[in-house]
């Protein structure tokens, strides 16, 4: 219909690289190599599971650690004294994460990721050498206040490769987790109080005599200070182009670089590009979802430590530390291998939308079989447990790897390390409140065993049922937005 003198309108400029811009530097190495970045997806998964180590460390302690300082009078009170540790981390995490995606957006990725890092190394070892409850406190939430990486390297995974390759980024921070979930527990459930499992090796009068968490807490910073060292060679993603370069340049290379990296996105956030993120409905709405899915995620996991822990005349399992971590570490096993054979089929098949309502569903009818494991004992009480803890774990993981997609999809490059520590700010408070919360009610539900309504821990279960309700009412519509793709 054009006349011939008139350019094709799908016409694509040239690119446009500056000289100096890391950013710049990436996007002309995607362009070059349209392969799958291997080692810089093999860092990005090593940085996170560092920063996921220090929470799933704790689990399969926490109780025996909060009984050694006897701060608890009683046992039915150890779950409240749990809880407020585990909180502590989330909520020095909320206060400050949006302000570190903000930094991450203004100096860039990799210095926001090497100070994260380093905060691991020195407040984790910190945390060890707890031997009153306001150090344990006080080092847990430094350490969440200034590890501030887990937004930015989100919209970092994105950067880093081509946009057919942005889910697999994605994905490792679920793949991470659940290497953190099986080292973590494992670290913590056979290296906690040393001298006592292994007293041919680590004498009493040792240094881990009188600190008896220290020994997993040093092993997991000796492997921060390795990742810090290995952060030098991190290439920086975020662009920045010099101030006399020509308005026409800068214009051309914008183009070019959103028809190429964000061609997705920009269907759907240009009218919102220019205003706040929290009237960007499109991410806001998944970052519900995500902190709905993460404070059950919390919740249930500080609840199946104490539960599995506590004895079983209180609707317990007897569990050592030793058996909590084993089940942690086997679940983490097939979150890995969930993550990277079934779940991109699921969503290929049902979408992110769908799967999350699927996972949901199947999510409340299993914890319903939860207080009724109590009853069991023995091989099968191991096997039960474990298939129940990998199915639980699984459905949520699937829940929140969706929410990332959406959320990576509502928003473009300059935006999107707010956008995720804006999300990383909403989810830490979620996450804050749930162990705290979750470990009051545990201690409530322990002292009414005799209740005629649901009576002990099947309150627990319930309560976590009702969680898992509201996250399935919020996939459906008016309240989730999806992108136009989806």
């Known amino acids: 219909m054009a006349g011939d003198g008139e350019a094709p309108l799908l016409e694509r400029k040239p690119r446009v690289y500056f000289d100096g811009c ?12 349209s392969g799958v970045p291997y080692w810089q997806f093999f860092h990005i998964w090593i940085v996170i599971l560092v920063s996921c180590l220090p929470i799933s460390l704790l689990f399969p302690f926490i109780y025996f650690m909060i009984r050694d300082l006897h701060i608890a009078k009683r046992v ?15 909520l020095g995490r909320a206060l400050t994460s949006t302000c570190w995606g903000m930094v991450a957006d203004r100096i860039g990725r990799k210095p926001v990721i090497i ?104 092993c997991v910073s000796i492997l921060c200070l390795i990742i810090l060292i290995s952060c030098i060679w991190l290439p920086e993603t975020l662009h920045n182009h010099q101030q006399e370069t020509k308005d026409d340049q800068t214009s051309e290379y914008l183009t070019s670089h959103l028809s190429d990296s964000e061609e997705s996105v920009k269907q ?9 993120l929290f009237k960007n409905w499109l991410l806001m709405s998944s970052i519900i979802l995500f902190c709905l899915t993460s404070f059950d995620d919390m919740a249930y996991t500080e609840i199946f430590s104490l539960w599995a822990e506590s004895d079983k005349k209180y609707g317990g399992l007897s569990f050592t530390s030793e058996d909590v971590g084993e089940v942690l570490a086997i679940t983490g096993a097939s979150i890995l291998l969930y993550q990277t054979f079934i779940y991109p089929q699921i969503v290929k098949v049902l979408g992110p939308v769908n799967a999350s309502r699927v996972a949901a569903i199947l999510s409340m009818v299993l914890l319903f079989t ?30 929140v790897t969706c929410s990332f997609i959406l959320q990576n999809n509502s928003v473009p490059q300059d935006q999107r390390a707010t956008a995720n520590g804006l999300a990383t700010t909403l989810m830490s408070f979620f996450k804050a409140f749930a162990p705290a919360g979750a470990g009051i009610v545990f201690s409530w539900a322990q002292k009414r065993q005799h209740a005629s309504f649901f009576p002990g821990d099947q309150m627990v279960f319930f309560l976590l049922d009702i969680v898992v309700l509201v996250e399935f009412i919020w996939t459906l519509k008016p309240f989730l937005a999806v992108p136009a793709q989806f």
Request: net charge positive; proline share 5%; glycine share 10%.
């Open 22 to 33: 890391p950013g710049c530097a990436v996007e002309r190495r995607k362009a070059e190599n």
């Open 76 to 90: 039915e009170d150890i779950g409240f004294y749990a809880g407020f540790v585990g909180a502590s981390y989330m």
């Open 115 to 218: 100070i994260g890092v380093f905060a691991t190394l020195v407040f984790n070892t910190l945390f060890g050498l707890s031997l009153h409850y306001w150090m344990a406190i006080a080092t847990r939430f430094l350490l969440g206040s200034l590890n501030g990486l887990l937004g930015p390297i989100r919209a970092y995974a994105v950067e880093i490769c081509r946009t057919e390759h942005q889910a697999i980024g994605l994905s490792l921070v679920s793949t991470s987790w659940a290497i953190g979930l099986i080292i973590g527990p494992a670290i913590g459930g056979y290296l906690a109080q040393p001298t006592e499992k292994y007293p041919n090796v680590f004498p009493v009068n040792s240094i881990f005599g009188r600190f008896p968490y220290f020994l997993p807490c040093l």
């Open 268 to 276: 759907h956030t240009s009218s919102t590009t220019k205003r706040g």
């Open 370 to 399: 939860y207080p009724h494991m109590t009853h069991l004992s023995g091989l099968w009480l191991s096997i039960v447990v474990n298939i129940a803890s990998v199915l639980k774990n699984n459905l949520v993981v699937t829940i």
